[in-house]
């Protein structure tokens, strides 16, 4: 599937008026401007539930700590990449959008309810973001 398939969606999400909206578009830009971190996020996430599977351990995980595993991997392992600066204000994005799109990972992180998106559900969301991927 393609990256920005859940993207393509948010004008047609009933966002609440307020800075959350205002969230939303700036990950969105973001997300656009530096697509290697949602490529990390899901490397990092599958090996993560991959050792625990193998360990027989629950799979989910925090997209915090995937968020900061990405930080250190940029910023110490490898060279090469611009500077940036990865607003923790987009983990529930992320997080959203990985389940959204990766299905292997789709119950991996414990989400709440964004504030700017009430009421929107989740899996018919993701049948339109299958739908467009075809």
């Known amino acids: 599937m393609k990256n920005s398939a859940a993207l393509d969606l948010a004008p047609q999400l009933p966002f609440n008026d307020g800075p ?3 969230i ?3 990950f969105e830009k973001f997300h656009a401007d530096n697509p290697h971190i949602y490529k990390f996020l899901v490397r990092f ?3 993560v539930v991959d050792e625990r599977r193998h360990r027989g351990l629950s ?3 925090g997209i915090a700590a995937a968020l900061e595993r990405v930080r250190w991997h940029v910023n110490v392992e490898v060279r090469g990449y611009p500077e940036f600066k990865l607003n923790n204000n987009y983990r529930s994005r992320y997080a959203r959008l990985i389940q959204l799109q990766e299905h292997d990972l789709a119950n991996v992180y414990e989400l709440r309810e964004l504030t700017a998106v009430r009421g929107i559900d989740y899996p018919s969301v993701l049948k339109v973001v299958n739908e ?3």
């Open 24 to 26: 939303q578009r700036r």
């Open 59 to 61: 799979p989910n995980y």
């Open 132 to 134: 467009k991927s075809r």
């Open 45 to 47: 996430t599958r090996e």
């Open 20 to 22: 959350n909206d205002e």
